[in-house]
């Protein structure tokens, strides 16, 4: 009979085999506990944290074409510039806080992989009230360009995680409708932004242009959402990515006691734990299957930008180049302003029964028809229901791209893999706007839709011959 010491030993490249199998089982079967819970106060009080912190990202990004008029009118800024790059216009504004996204994605995309979404998320939300808080009180276009560079930064970064973050804590069951109820939320920023407008920026309130309130108010309410983020745990799935496998079945097992309790009955079994990527890098997102992903998303960024942001930060200024008042035109805009939520809302009941990426192709050329149509019309009901649509239109292709990109990387690169593709949306928004403030000077209004409706003919190429299907799957077998 053989002696232990004499059978034969498992040599040490098997050892780490069988620990690398072992910790990507426990790893797989966190993502399956996760993916099993019934959707309960419990989540959905965790969409609602994570979706008030996207209200503020938004009210911040979108009050950029609802305060246009305002600071033109403070002589701070001009409608147009002689040149093309000139950065004391309207689309100098636009191109810094896009400049400082760009960054903040495409730089700074990493930090949430690395420290965790719940530190990132926090951090990063402080970051932009400051720089926001800052710019208010700026009065010649150099520092409030460059304190809007700043604040973007802050801006890009947590727009990254707070999709990150959510993607993660959903069940796949209702991954869709989790993002549809976030932007629901996150949209209603742009009826307020524009109400508060209408109010503040025709007008000086105790000595302070109105424009600076409208600033000041969207980041002092933030400030709010930094103190409730204390409820939020932190990413049991990113935990478990660490090799933190223990502090990641801590924070499930508390949910997990919680959702039992307001579902009433024992939880449903986990369903088969998907096989999870181990180790991933930067690198990883050039070879299959992300490297196709990852062109696709490039280019979807770039021209989706030009007709998202074409819209929703000109159209007060295009309507006055139509003729409107500056009043009239903040009054159209506010109306328009109150379907953002409206898009996402009506999503909430398509999130989770039709493929994303066919949502995102009916809806771009929706946009397309509906915007050249906006640049002939001038009757007020025309120019409303035209602008509604539009607003409906690009905020479902928004939901559903926020939950779209998130699907397709795998847990150990998401956040930076998002944030490189995602970047290239603020970098197209940078040129564009200069391009879309030239093509108003040179073609007019009806010029600045024809080069949107183009955009998002390539959008529709991009989504439609090269996006995976990934209805109703577990991220895991998305991205392995």
């Not at 933030?222 to 223990?246: C, H, I, K, M, T």
Request: aromatic share 14%; charged share 15%; net charge positive.
């Amino acid at each position: 009979m053989a002696s232990l010491e004499s059978a034969p030993q498992p040599r040490a490249n098997d050892r780490a085999s069988t620990a690398q199998t072992i910790a990507g089982a426990d790893k797989g079967a966190i993502s399956a506990r996760l993916d099993r819970l019934p959707a309960t106060g419990a989540i959905w009080k965790l969409v609602l944290l994570l979706s008030l912190g996207f209200f503020f990202e938004l009210y911040d990004l979108l009050y950029t074409g609802y305060v246009a008029p305002g600071l033109v009118r403070s002589g701070i800024l001009t409608p147009t510039t002689p040149g093309l790059f000139g950065t004391s216009g309207i689309a100098g504004f636009i191109a810094a806080l896009f400049s400082g996204l760009f960054l903040g994605t495409i730089a700074c995309g990493f930090l949430a992989d690395r420290f965790g979404r719940r530190a990132i998320f926090t951090w990063s939300m402080l970051w932009y009230v400051v720089a926001n808080t800052i710019m208010a009180f700026q009065d010649t276009s150099s520092g409030l360009n460059f304190w809007r560079f700043v604040s973007g930064m802050g801006i890009g970064v947590e727009l990254v995680t707070i999709g990150t973050y959510l993607s993660e804590l959903a069940p796949k069951h209702l991954r869709g409708r989790a993002f549809a109820v976030c932007q629901t939320i996150g949209f209603t920023a742009v009826p307020v932004a524009a109400y508060l407008s209408y109010l503040f920026v025709p007008r000086s309130v105790y000595g302070l242009d109105g424009w600076r309130w409208v600033v000041l108010l969207g980041g002092v309410s933030a400030l709010f959402v930094w103190y409730f983020r204390r409820n939020l745990p932190e990413s049991p799935r990113w935990l478990a990515g660490q090799g933190r496998v223990d502090e990641a079945d801590a924070v499930l097992a508390r949910l997990e006691a919680l959702v039992e309790r307001q579902y009433g009955r024992a939880l449903p079994a986990p369903g088969p734990a998907d096989p999870v990527t181990q180790k991933s890098g930067f690198a990883d997102m050039w070879k299959p299957p992300y490297r196709k992903r990852t062109i696709m998303l490039v280019l979807f960024h770039i021209f989706q930008t030009i007709g998202f942001f074409g819209f929703a930060n000109w159209v007060p200024t295009l309507l006055v180049k139509q003729g409107v008042t500056v009043t009239s035109s903040l009054l159209y805009t506010t109306v328009i302003g109150l379907a953002a939520p409206l898009g996402p809302l009506l999503g909430y009941f398509i999130a989770d029964r039709f493929e994303r990426k066919h949502v995102i192709v009916f809806m771009a050329a929706v946009n397309i028809v509906a915007g050249l149509m906006f640049s002939q019309v001038r009757a007020a009901g025309a120019i409303v229901a035209l602008g509604v649509l539009l607003t409906l239109a690009g905020n479902i292709i928004s939901f559903t791209y926020h939950t779209y990109q998130q699907e397709l990387y795998p847990t150990a690169i998401r956040a930076r893999a998002v944030g490189f593709v995602y970047s290239w949306s603020r970098l197209s928004a940078v040129f564009s706007s200069f391009v879309i403030a030239f093509t108003l000077r040179e073609f007019g209004v009806a010029g600045v839709f024809v080069f949107i409706a183009g955009a998002m003919s390539l959008v529709i190429v991009a989504i439609g011959f090269m996006g995976p299907r990934t209805l109703g799957k577990s991220l895991e077998s998305i991205s392995h």
